[in-house]
């Protein structure tokens, strides 16, 4: 593939002129020399655009998967275009609160929830929970004993469907820590369960099938077996979770939102689903929005075996290469419309050898040494999964819009690697 970058995978508002990338009218290079690399760019405008076409394709009550990028001015920008957030821990429900969002907009998710982590949904006035297991219901039974209203369940339940993506982010199938298996009966029992509860409210049915899922036909038939499922209850909502896939490499499409959504909606239709029936995207939200800058280090050829690429991150700030053996692209933002005749391997400054962050980069033949390399389609499960591995410090984060870079997270510092150790 030595063909320029396609434009689908920048973002909505990234220009090119004279090859120099700017993202929501702020030209690239200028933000790697104010800010430092590595950095993730953001495009604002690109995230209400998705978020916008989520709640027009969904109605109220699609909520926002915070997992897949997260802080304040996220969270805000989410709540602000009509969205609910799905919160999985304690730390995301902290943060989203903090941001302002109130609690009655959030949606606590997670297969583990700690007596604390419920107690403190409660305590804020979260009125919608995704209970996991039979333990969570005693656990939430015993604090409702001191809440004066019913708390609102919706019930996750597993389709038993093989969504066709990596092992780690499959959810749908029978074998998986998630939810009320529907085929052993677990589902009937759990739904059952809340119905003779008097502390509990059942709101609804969840199921999420797995992330970066491409093929229409897996929620489709997702989404018939959650609506048979739920016929026998006449509940008023149906949660058919996220997971709809981005692309991210030269080659890959994937549907739409508006596409996906009218897929799910149309089979819980034809089944005979009369109540509201929503979703929680995430990656599809972020993935696409965001690129990531990063300063070349040092360029090293091996004859007749390979030419390593070094950039001064690596997988402390995308794990995914690593974790799934997900792939990139890559391109120089000075010359965004160059073909890209040389294979490379970009790797990071961590000290380990899978520390790779495009495995079979193409690139111009003009890089060289202190050049600002970009990824795209890195908004989603960076920048929220990155780590301080090495003691490398976390990168900043800029939402652009119109012209206006704003720094929403900053660098870390040395000073920050200490904050919680004691000496």
């Given at each position: 593939?030595t063909?320029?970058?396609?434009r689908?995978l920048?973002?909505?508002?990234g220009?090119v002129e004279?090859g120099?990338l700017?993202?929501?009218?702020?030209?690239?290079?200028d933000?790697a020399?104010?800010?430092?690399?590595p950095?993730?760019v953001?495009?604002?405008?690109?995230i209400r655009?998705?978020?916008r076409e989520?709640?027009?394709?969904f109605?109220d009550?699609?909520?926002y998967a915070?997992?897949?990028f997260?802080?304040?001015a996220m969270a805000?920008?989410?709540?602000e275009?009509?969205?609910?957030?799905?919160?999985a821990?304690?730390?995301?429900?902290?943060?989203?609160?903090?941001?302002?969002?109130p609690?009655?907009?959030?949606?606590l998710?997670?297969n583990?929830?700690?007596?604390?982590?419920l107690?403190?949904?409660?305590?804020?006035?979260?009125e919608?929970?995704?209970?996991?297991s039979?333990d969570?219901f005693?656990?939430?039974?015993?604090l409702?004993?001191?809440h004066?209203?019913?708390?609102?369940v919706?019930?996750?339940?597993t389709p038993?469907i093989?969504?066709?993506?990596?092992?780690?982010i499959a959810?749908g199938?029978d074998?998986?820590?998630f939810?009320?298996?529907?085929?052993?009966?677990?589902?009937?029992?759990a739904i059952?369960h809340v119905?003779?509860?008097?502390?509990l409210?059942l709101?609804g049915?969840?199921?999420?099938?797995?992330?970066?899922?491409?093929?229409l036909a897996?929620?489709?038939?997702a989404?018939?077996?959650v609506?048979?499922a739920?016929a026998p209850?006449?509940?008023?909502e149906?949660?058919?979770?996220?997971g709809?896939g981005?692309?991210?490499?030269?080659g890959?499409s994937?549907?739409?939102?508006t596409?996906w959504g009218d897929?799910?909606?149309?089979?819980c239709r034809?089944?005979?689903?009369t109540?509201?029936?929503?979703a929680?995207?995430?990656r599809?939200?972020v993935?696409?929005?965001a690129?990531?800058?990063?300063?070349?280090?040092?360029?090293?050829e091996i004859p007749?075996?390979?030419?390593?690429?070094?950039?001064d991150?690596?997988?402390s700030d995308?794990p995914?290469?690593?974790?799934?053996g997900s792939?990139?692209?890559a391109?120089l933002?000075?010359?965004?419309?160059a073909?890209r005749?040389?294979?490379?391997?970009i790797?990071?400054?961590?000290?380990?050898?899978?520390d790779?962050l495009?495995?079979?980069?193409r690139?111009?033949?003009?890089?060289v040494?202190?050049?600002?390399l970009a990824t795209p389609?890195?908004?989603a499960?960076?920048?929220s999964?990155?780590s301080n591995?090495?003691k490398?410090?976390?990168?900043?984060?800029?939402?652009?819009?119109?012209?206006d870079?704003r720094?929403?997270?900053?660098r870390?510092?040395?000073d920050d690697l200490?904050?919680?150790d004691?000496g």
């Amino acid at each position: 593939m030595t063909s320029p970058l396609s434009r689908h995978l920048l973002p909505d508002t990234g220009v090119v002129e004279d090859g120099r990338l700017s993202v929501g009218g702020c030209d690239t290079l200028d933000l790697a020399a104010q800010f430092g690399t590595p950095l993730f760019v953001y495009d604002e405008q690109h995230i209400r655009n998705r978020c916008r076409e989520a709640v027009t394709t969904f109605g109220d009550g699609v909520a926002y998967a915070t997992k897949a990028f997260l802080c304040r001015a996220m969270a805000r920008l989410a709540h602000e275009e009509g969205m609910f957030l799905d919160v999985a821990t304690g730390g995301e429900m902290w943060v989203a609160l903090q941001a302002g969002v109130p609690a009655k907009r959030l949606v606590l998710h997670g297969n583990n929830k700690s007596p604390a982590e419920l107690a403190m949904a409660l305590e804020a006035g979260v009125e919608r929970i995704v209970v996991d297991s039979f333990d969570e219901f005693r656990r939430l039974e015993s604090l409702a004993a001191r809440h004066p209203l019913p708390v609102g369940v919706l019930i996750r339940i597993t389709p038993g469907i093989e969504a066709h993506t990596h092992e780690f982010i499959a959810t749908g199938q029978d074998d998986t820590k998630f939810g009320f298996t529907v085929s052993t009966g677990a589902a009937d029992r759990a739904i059952g369960h809340v119905q003779s509860s008097t502390a509990l409210d059942l709101l609804g049915l969840h199921a999420h099938i797995g992330s970066q899922v491409f093929r229409l036909a897996s929620f489709e038939e997702a989404a018939r077996v959650v609506a048979r499922a739920a016929a026998p209850y006449h509940l008023p909502e149906l949660s058919l979770g996220g997971g709809l896939g981005v692309p991210y490499v030269e080659g890959e499409s994937s549907p739409s939102i508006t596409e996906w959504g009218d897929t799910i909606v149309k089979a819980c239709r034809e089944e005979g689903v009369t109540g509201k029936v929503t979703a929680e995207p995430g990656r599809a939200i972020v993935a696409a929005s965001a690129v990531t800058l990063y300063t070349v280090g040092t360029i090293k050829e091996i004859p007749e075996t390979r030419t390593y690429v070094a950039v001064d991150g690596g997988m402390s700030d995308n794990p995914r290469p690593v974790l799934y053996g997900s792939g990139y692209e890559a391109f120089l933002p000075r010359s965004t419309d160059a073909t890209r005749p040389r294979e490379v391997r970009i790797v990071g400054k961590h000290c380990e050898s899978g520390d790779v962050l495009v495995r079979d980069a193409r690139v111009p033949d003009d890089l060289v040494v202190e050049d600002v390399l970009a990824t795209p389609v890195t908004g989603a499960y960076g920048q929220s999964m990155g780590s301080n591995y090495n003691k490398v410090l976390r990168p900043a984060v800029v939402f652009c819009r119109d012209g206006d870079a704003r720094l929403v997270v900053r660098r870390e510092t040395y000073d920050d690697l200490l904050t919680t150790d004691l000496g």
